[in-house]
């Protein structure tokens, strides 16, 4: 190498610019990890501190704590039937709406359809206390179902949104075919139009999922019964309390937690791999 | 849209007026929730921040309609102005610039790079933006404290701690949204920096363009659209931001990292101005009407 590098003086730059990408990137990888790495180490160390290092004391302790607590397990499962139900929901929902908004020509779907982008972009904070009220008005506040109603409605745009674009994308021929056969409209929709939709549906499912799986925002104003708080909130109230901080095992906490996010969205590229260009979404 | 529009397909169906309440019966269900869920607390919005309705106090009792005090109360609040302010820092530091520039910078250097090592380093951005946000808050307040990794770092190349959180809170909120955001723009930009013809670069590159002139005059310019869209993007997310700051500082110390939002969920939630808290909605809200129109007009939609 370093006689090559006498020999042609010029290898040298171009060395450079080969290698200079690899190692910028590397560092910035190194930052981004370096959060992360503190967090999977300090959950398999008895006694983690703040800082980054090797466990001290390598232990599963601090999961097997997490996953016996009652109080933990409650959690979980609440944020499961919020996720669950709302994506659920959403699936069902934006799946029946994008048929019809795909298949037929409306006199109101361009309005419709401009209304749903417009909403895609509202933040959802900036509704969060008209919705407070809202829900006082009708004493439905604290109420796991209506939790998911709501979360459900806010998901809707973009989920018929993307809905609707994959919809598009099924070929109309398999459908003609079946009404050919005598299919009546649902059969159809059974059998022909959901298995050519699982891609979109799997999709819009995901996101749904993991979008009320982390909201903290929404669960933490409508509920107040500490037996119905979800993960996220219950998170946020071990972290917030004052004393000692049991970082291990709040390590483990995060870690079990983020896990389903993470799970969902490897499952999930292999869906939308094309959902990042902007190309794609001016299809319609 | 013409390949799919089943008038004029060959075949006949049932259709007609059929047509019209199949597509009303599967449209009901969404525009129930819509209009329940999400449509009427938003124009209620513009109903509530002209009144002054609390949970506390003589107003609790009765609420009233009292015009535009609470606007008129808004400007002349000083934690109103400083939150503001705040917004604007926090969004042009940690979105428009800060995952943008984060994001590009990461996609422009993977192009083209070695297949493992770009999915490795792209796993770890991501593992940042698929954490939920309260977790991404944990662990920034970890890595910032006094006793944290970052110190622990600068106390290895011999520097005097600094304590983070109480001395730069406005920095550390960017640094943990750039951190937590910067992936949804790297992926924004490896698609469209995927879909620049590699033949325009290469033949700039035989006339001699350096570098740098080929990002400036080249590649830049051929993503503009994705830019400007993926801006518009990252601003409304990032104007809605309450998790991470709430849970990361409570919008302290003092109000220093107050931004709208957290203001709003103080005067609302914990001062019990409900009235007054719907007024700083309004102003997110207006904000994001704004933009949100504006990302429609980007899009160029045609429906």
């Known amino acids: ?284 | 849209m013409e390949a799919i529009n089943p008038r004029g397909s060959g075949v006949k169906r049932k259709r007609g007026s059929g047509e019209q309440w199949r597509a009303a019966m599967f449209l009901t269900p969404s525009w129930l929730l819509l209009l329940l869920f999400f449509f009427v607390p938003a124009l209620l919005t513009f109903y509530l921040a002209f009144t002054n309705m609390s949970l506390t106090g003589a107003a609790a009792a009765q609420t009233e309609f009292i015009g535009f005090k609470n606007f008129t109360n808004m400007f002349q609040d000083a934690t109103f102005r400083t939150s503001v302010f705040n917004t604007i820092l926090f969004l042009l530091f940690s979105a428009v610039i800060g995952q943008q520039v984060m994001g590009f910078l990461i996609a422009f250097l993977m192009n083209g790079r070695n297949r493992t090592f770009r999915s490795v380093i792209g796993s770890i951005v991501i593992a940042g933006w698929v954490a939920p946000e309260v977790v991404c808050a944990f662990v920034w307040f970890a890595f910032l404290n006094d006793s944290g990794t970052a110190n622990a770092m600068i106390e290895s190349i011999g520097l005097k701690p600094i304590t983070w959180l109480y001395t730069f809170p406005m920095v550390s909120v960017i640094f943990a949204n750039i951190w937590h955001g910067t992936a949804f723009s790297m992926l924004v930009f490896q698609a469209a920096l995927g879909d620049v013809p590699r033949e325009v670069e290469e033949a700039a590159m035989i006339d001699g363009a350096s570098a740098w002139q080929r990002l400036i005059r080249i590649t830049i310019p051929m993503i503009i659209g994705s830019v400007v869209t993926n801006m518009v993007l990252v601003t409304l997310q990032t104007l809605g931001s309450f998790t991470l700051i709430y849970a990361l500082t409570g919008g302290g110390p003092g109000n220093a990292t107050e931004t709208l939002p957290i203001y709003m969920y103080h005067q609302a939630f914990v001062n019990y101005q409900l009235g007054y808290g719907t007024a700083i909605s309004l102003m997110l809200l207006l904000i994001g009407i704004i933009a949100s129109l504006l990302y429609m007009k980007l899009l160029k939609v045609k429906l």
Request: proline content about 6%.
């Open chain 1, 1 to 284: 190498m370093s006689s090559n590098v006498r020999k042609r003086p010029k290898f040298n730059r171009y060395m450079l610019a080969r290698v200079l990408p690899y190692i910028i990137l590397s560092i910035i990888g190194l930052l981004f990890l370096l959060p992360l790495l503190w967090l999977l180490l300090a959950s398999f160390d008895g006694s983690a501190t703040l800082a980054l290092r090797m466990p001290a004391d390598l232990t599963a302790a601090n999961y097997a704590s997490t996953l016996s607590s009652a109080d933990n397990q409650r959690a979980f499962m609440n944020g499961l039937i919020l996720a669950l139900g709302q994506a659920l929901l959403v699936v069902v929902v934006a799946g029946l709406a994008s048929y019809p908004l795909s298949r037929y020509q409306l006199r109101y779907k361009r309005p419709f359809m401009y209304i749903i982008l417009f909403a895609t972009g509202l933040p959802i904070t900036a509704v969060m206390v008209p919705v407070y009220q809202f829900f006082l008005y009708l004493k439905i506040q604290d109420s796991l179902l209506f939790t998911t109603l709501f979360l459900a409605a806010s998901a809707l745009p973009y989920s018929i949104w993307m809905m609707k674009n994959f919809m598009d994308s099924v070929p109309l021929e398999l459908e003609e075919a079946a009404w050919v056969d005598g299919a009546s409209i649902w059969t159809t929709m059974r059998l022909v139009v959901t298995p050519l939709m699982l891609p979109g549906i799997f999709t819009v499912g995901i996101f749904a999922f993991a979008g009320s799986w982390g909201n903290f925002l929404v669960p933490f104003i409508l509920l107040q019964s500490p037996s119905k708080l979800p993960a996220a909130v219950a998170i946020y109230q071990y972290f917030g309390q004052n004393g000692i901080v049991q970082y291990g095992k709040l390590a483990s906490f995060s870690i079990i937690y983020t896990m389903p996010a993470v799970a969902l969205y490897i499952i999930g590229q292999r869906f939308m791999s094309q959902g990042f260009s902007f190309g794609g979404a001016s299809k319609g």
